[in-house]
């Protein structure tokens, strides 16, 4: 009869172990998902994008020439300094002028750190950057308008890169 019992009582031994055991092991698992993932959000681009009204304002440039508009990347505040999220490592941004806006449309995507030089290329542009300066950020209509109109929202995209 005793061992009957053993027979009977080894299985729920080893199902309650092989029960807790499994709960470790995904626990450990699901821990090092989690750490991973934390450790992935670091390395991920954040990219944010806003429709800002274009201004008429007809000017040159000595990099690019002549432009018929301009529209700026405001921060929270509604000013035109921007400062990088703090929550990654940021090694460089890239603005763009996403507006989709029909040819011949043209435009020039500057970034200008503070107390530095602007960095400019047609349409988009990628410069080095950091969490500890601030941006100013700039798309210049670069053929005679319209489009845009005045005021109308021009879409543009800043992204910091890891």
């Known amino acids: ?25 995904t626990s450990k698992l699901l821990s090092m998902v989690v750490c991973v993932l934390a450790g992935f959000t670091g390395l991920v ?23 018929y508009a301009y529209a700026k990347i405001t921060n929270g505040t509604g000013g035109y300094w921007i400062k990088p999220d703090t929550n990654i490592v ?6 763009t002028d996403i507006s989709g806006f ?9 970034a200008l750190p503070f107390g530095s030089t602007n960095c400019c290329s047609s349409n988009s542009v990628t410069f080095p950057a ?13 053929s005679p ?8 929202p021009m879409t543009l995209q800043i992204q910091w890169n890891p």
């Not at 940021?90 to 603005?95: Q, Y």
């Not at 308008?145 to 109308?152: D, E, H, K, L, R």
């Open 102 to 110: 029909p040819a011949p449309y043209g435009s020039y995507a500057t």
């Open 145 to 152: 308008t319209p489009p845009p109109t005045n005021n109308q």
């Open 45 to 67: 681009a954040w990219a944010d994008s806003q429709g800002d009204p274009a201004k008429m304002s007809i000017g040159t440039n000595s990099v690019f020439g002549k432009y």
């Open 90 to 95: 940021v090694r460089s941004g890239t603005l």
């Open 130 to 142: 950091t969490n500890t300066l601030t941006y100013q950020l700039t798309v210049y209509v670069t």
């Open 1 to 25: 009869m005793a061992n009957d019992r053993t027979s009977v009582a080894q299985p729920e031994l080893t199902n309650k172990y092989l029960r807790r055991n499994m709960n470790n092991k």
